[in-house]
């Protein structure tokens, strides 16, 4: 089974800034098989990104991924207050399909 | 547009047994691989189950292995989840979920007596 481990596992950033989030695979993921996606309470997941750089429907350009091999990034490049809300990577390149832990993005 | 609705959830006590459906439409359900998702209560997503389009291959996560049936009828648009012998820990919001990055809105199984 892959493993996917996300850091940070809280962050907090004001509107505007920059945000990073990180996940780690314990193996190799295929780039087409990495998928981001934001659950904010109550709401099911909706996805980000999929195929590590390919931004979903109706996404704006703000939110971008990048990485290959064990280590993916999405980035948020200016925080809009929508943006807070928990933030999960899957792989779906090997079965059983996993994802990491969250990371929650929270306002300071 | 693609749409997924989820239905059967409720309270159960444990070692009782639910079934799970989900309604699917918007696409053509018999091209796609589907799978069941499930999020406990203040937890995190864990990939439950996946059935290919024919229904010809089947996989469970250890954690159900042996208690759930993934199944699909796709002359219904319909997929399917039967739980037995449930445990306090298998309590969780069960979401459909269709590639594309399509959910359902979930339905919410508690176990408890």
């Known amino acids: 089974e892959i493993v996917l481990t996300q850091s940070p596992g809280t962050l907090s950033l004001s509107p505007g800034e920059r945000a990073t989030l990180s996940c780690r695979a314990s193996?190799?993921?295929?780039?087409?098989?990495l998928a981001w996606y934001q659950q904010k309470p109550g709401q099911a997941p909706r996805l980000l990104i999929y195929g590590t750089s390919s931004r979903a429907t109706g996404i704006p350009d703000r939110f971008s991924g990048s990485g290959s091999g064990t280590d993916f990034t999405l980035t948020i490049s200016r925080l809009e207050p929508e943006d807070f809300a928990v933030y999960y990577c899957q792989q779906c390149g090997r079965l059983p399909y996993t994802f990491g832990q969250g990371t929650k993005l929270e306002i300071k | 547009q693609v749409q997924l609705v989820e239905s059967g959830g409720g309270l159960v006590k444990p070692g009782g047994s639910l079934r799970l459906s989900c309604a699917a439409s918007g696409f053509t359900f018999s091209d796609y691989y589907m799978s069941w998702i499930r999020q406990a209560p203040g937890k995190g997503l864990e990939w439950v189950s996946y059935?290919?389009?024919?229904?010809?291959?089947?996989y469970y996560a250890d954690s159900v292995k042996g208690r759930f049936t993934i199944s699909r009828d796709n002359a219904k648009n319909s997929l399917y989840l039967q739980m037995n012998s449930l445990r306090a820990e298998d309590t969780a919001v069960y979401y459909c979920?269709?590639?594309?990055?399509?959910w359902g809105q979930g339905t919410l199984v508690t176990v408890s007596s």
């Open positions: 193996q190799s993921v295929s780039s087409n098989s």
């Open positions: 059935i290919t389009n024919s229904g010809s291959t089947i």
């Open positions: 979920a269709v590639p594309g990055g399509y």
